[in-house]
T-cell receptor
Framework: TQLLEQSPQFLSIQEGENLTVYCNSSSVFSSLQWYRQEPGEGPVLLVTVVTGGEVKKLKRLTFQFGDARKDSSLHITAAQPGDTGLYLCAGSHAGGTSYGKLTFGQGTILTVHP | EAGVTQFPSHSVIEKGQTVTLRCDPISGHDNLYWYRRVMGKEIKFLLHFVKESKQDESGMPNNRFLAERTGGTYSTLKVQPAELEDSGVYFC???????????FGPGTRLTVL
């Protein structure tokens, strides 16, 4: 069962364009993380959002957690070739034996052309 | 501070053989997680250790998979006997506490022929 639907799966854009990646679920998460993964490496955490409606900014990247804590988005402004990579969202639930376990979306492969 | 390391980086085995993957977490991290990504699918949770104890093993596919973390330091994941559908990238992650960031290793790419 796919609990986190991430879209789009592939995104190919020109340098300078803006883009948004979405992560949606029917489940409520206590927190949601966004990761970036480079070839041959493991995912690296970009940000964690924990409060419904929360917005976090990391340079040109803006992350938002939905009010109901079921969805999230990653917006990149003026994309650069260095932003190319695999972006993953992952949610976690607080409490119980599953605390700490991450549920991942399928990922978005972003290619930014010069 | 050294990151999470995994060994081997790649493993190619034949169906029916045994393979053991190793993960060395960041020193001092009590929490250790195993995840797997099979081709075309999302990264999926396998299990979670707190020190040497299995906190959650709900993601383990079947009894061909055995994970251990003796002494609460490094962990091994053994697949015996391996099947074709076990092919994928196995990631290990560690964190200091349950609410802390999980740091991922580079993964072990397992190919079962």
């Amino acid at each position: 069962t796919q609990l986190l639907e991430q879209s789009p799966q592939f995104l190919s854009i020109q340098e300078g364009e803006n883009l948004t990646v979405y992560c949606n679920s029917s489940s409520v998460f206590s927190s949601l993380q966004w990761y970036r993964q480079e070839p041959g490496e493991g995912p690296v955490l970009l940000v964690t959002v924990v409060t419904g409606g929360e917005v976090k900014k990391l340079k040109r990247l803006t992350f938002q957690f939905g009010d109901a804590r079921k969805d999230s988005s990653l917006h990149i402004t003026a994309a650069q070739p260095g932003d190319t990579g695999l972006y993953l969202c992952a949610g976690s639930h607080a409490g119980g034996t599953s605390y700490g376990k991450l549920t991942f979306g399928q990922g978005t492969i972003l290619t930014v052309h010069p | 501070e050294a990151g999470v390391t995994q060994f081997p980086s790649h493993s190619v085995i034949e169906k029916g053989q045994t393979v053991t993957l190793r993960c060395d977490p960041i020193s001092g991290h009590d929490n250790l997680y195993w995840y797997r990504r099979v081709m075309g699918k999302e990264i999926k949770f396998l299990l979670h250790f707190v020190k040497e104890s299995k906190q959650d093993e709900s993601g383990m596919p079947n009894n061909r998979f055995l994970a251990e973390r003796t002494g609460g330091t490094y962990s091994t994941l053994k697949v015996q006997p391996a099947e074709l559908e076990d092919s994928g990238v196995y990631f290990c992650a560690s964190s200091r506490g349950l609410i802390n960031e999980q740091f991922f290793g580079p993964g072990t790419r397992l190919t079962v022929l």
